[in-house]
Every structure is written in C-alpha cells, then in structure tokens.
C-alpha cells in the first residue's frame, strides 16, 4: 500500500515561514500527482496547491497564492510546501495526496480532492502570536 508521510508543521507566528514535507514510502512519486490540502477545526476540508507528476504545472488556492511554493525532487521522493507570510487563518492540519498519473496526463494537475487516492495522516500548523 501506498504511504505518505507528512511532516515539519509546527507552531509560527504570524508572518512566518514553514516548510511542509510529503516523503513517499513504498513506492516512487516520479509517476504522481501531488495535492496539498488543509482542514480547519469545523471546516471542511479545501485545496491547497497541486503539483503535477512531470513538475511542469502547479496550481494554488487564491487564498495561499504568491505565499505558498509547491515543489518535487523525485531524488528525494519528496514533495515540499514552502509557506510564507503566514496567517492565522492558515491554521489547519495540512494532507498531502497522491495520484497516478498515466504519460498523457503528466503535465496535469488538479486542485480537488476527489482526484487523489491516496492520503496521509496529516501535519498541524498552527499560526499564532
């Protein structure tokens, strides 16, 4: 089974920078599309960022554009969300996903949740003074 495992969430405040990672055990993200999500206590859970699997396109919420940096180095198999400026309303447990991604859709990226499979557990990332 697929695994992904997020981590370097934390405590920042406001106007901070974090770097989220999303590492893939078990199997090679080179052939995955890579979606960011986010969950508010109360909230449903929203798109974030998506990153195809050739590294060619992204996508970003309004709310996180020119803040957030989405980023692969399949070297590492590792996935990367670069946060700055951050908000309190940043606040939530961040999820990274993961799809498949045949040859002819490579360059795709899709920024909705029903497009991945495969999830992990999520990082906190709280934002506050």
């Known amino acids: 089974q697929l695994q992904l495992v997020e981590s370097g969430g934390g405590l920042v405040q406001p106007g901070g920078s974090l770097r989220l990672s999303c590492a893939a055990s078990?199997?090679?993200?080179?052939?995955?599309?890579i979606g960011w999500f986010r969950q508010a206590p109360g909230k449903e859970r929203e798109a974030v960022s998506c990153i195809s699997s050739s590294g060619t396109t992204t996508h970003y919420a309004d709310s996180v554009k020119g803040r957030f940096t989405i980023s692969r180095d399949n070297t590492k198999n590792t996935v990367y969300l670069q946060m700055n400026s951050l908000k309190p309303e940043d606040t939530a447990v961040y999820y990274c996903?993961?799809?498949?991604?045949?040859?002819?859709?490579?360059?795709?990226?899709?920024?909705?949740?029903?497009?991945?499979?495969?999830w992990g557990q999520g990082t906190q990332v709280t934002v506050s003074s």
């Open positions: 996903a993961a799809r498949l991604q045949i040859t002819t859709v490579q360059h795709m990226c899709v920024i909705r949740t029903s497009y991945y499979d495969d």
């Open positions: 078990g199997f090679s993200l080179d052939y995955y599309a």
